[in-house]
């Protein structure tokens, strides 16, 4: 399932050392994956070893782990109830102004796990993360993402935007570093993630994210975005799969910064890594 691990690039850390004496990177951590490198994916760091805050990126470990489940014979239309227990605050996309097709999660329906899963990563839903959480169940999925190699990932609580989720088990915070997120979807993007067919279905998933203000906003018009991002009151995240004329890799950036600063950062990183490799291929 794993395959051929990325292998460390002179190239991509040089690249990544000397962007570090451009832009201030002393608050992020970044991770790059060149795909398009013959033989092995060929892979850059900066910090991307670090434990810092992960927020909604580590629900691509329910993605992957509703992925495993369903190969194991759970159904995609197994039906879910919405419990009291795990409702809190969730960003709502209408107030963007971004269509989402999709019902609010209320107490009470039942939705089945294929959708709970789209709204989860499309709209980074927190109900259906915390009802994924119960019904796939933590251990299950931190040892699925252990096992694809991903050995720094901890799936330990649920979302919340306060204390009004009741989680007794809960076991510290949730953890999955750069470098971590960055070998997920390299998997993904290989086809190597459960099956060819679920790793094909998570990649679609991912493109129809709808937050698409950070990598997918800085790239030029000819690249494809698929990726996850997240954001707590110090921090602003995105992971994501990019696909373009002569170039693919996986790209990255974790800021320990507020939205307002962390999206421009974000973005600068966004630009400056995906010139570099167009004109480095």
Not at 45 to 63: M, Q, Y
Request: net charge negative; hydrophobic share 40%.
């Amino acid at each position: 399932m794993s395959g051929p691990e990325a292998v460390g690039s002179g190239r991509l850390d040089a690249f990544l050392q000397d962007l570090s004496g451009k832009l201030d990177l002393s608050r992020a951590c970044v991770s790059i994956v060149d795909l398009l490198n013959p033989g092995a994916p060929e892979r850059g760091g900066w910090r991307d070893t670090e434990i810092k805050p992960v927020a909604s990126v580590i629900k691509l470990c329910l993605l992957a782990g509703a992925y495993n489940a369903v190969s194991g014979g759970v159904s995609f239309e197994a039906k879910i109830k919405i419990t009291d227990n795990n409702l809190t605050g969730t960003w709502n996309p209408e107030v963007d102004g971004i269509r989402d097709p999709n019902p609010p999660v209320r107490p009470g329906e039942l939705w089945t796990l294929g959708k709970l899963t789209e709204v989860m990563i499309r709209r980074s839903d927190n109900v259906a993360t915390n009802t994924l959480i119960d019904f796939l169940g933590r251990k299950k999925v931190t040892d699925f993402v252990q096992s694809a190699g991903l050995a720094s990932t901890q799936l330990r609580h649920k979302l919340s935007s306060g204390t009004d989720v009741d989680d007794p088990d809960a076991t510290g915070y949730n953890q999955m570093p750069a470098r971590d997120a960055a070998a997920l979807l390299t998997l993904i993007a290989q086809k190597k993630l459960v099956s060819p067919a679920a790793s094909e279905a998570m990649y679609a998933t991912l493109a129809g994210q709808l937050d698409r203000e950070l990598i997918a906003e800085a790239l030029p018009g000819d690249a494809v975005y698929a990726g996850k991002t997240g954001e707590l009151s110090a921090a602003r995240n995105d992971a994501a799969i990019i696909r373009a004329p002569g170039r693919e890799y996986v790209l990255v950036v974790y800021t320990q910064l507020p939205g307002p600063q962390g999206k421009p950062l974000i973005q600068a990183i966004a630009r400056a890594a995906d010139e570099f490799l167009k004109n480095s291929q």
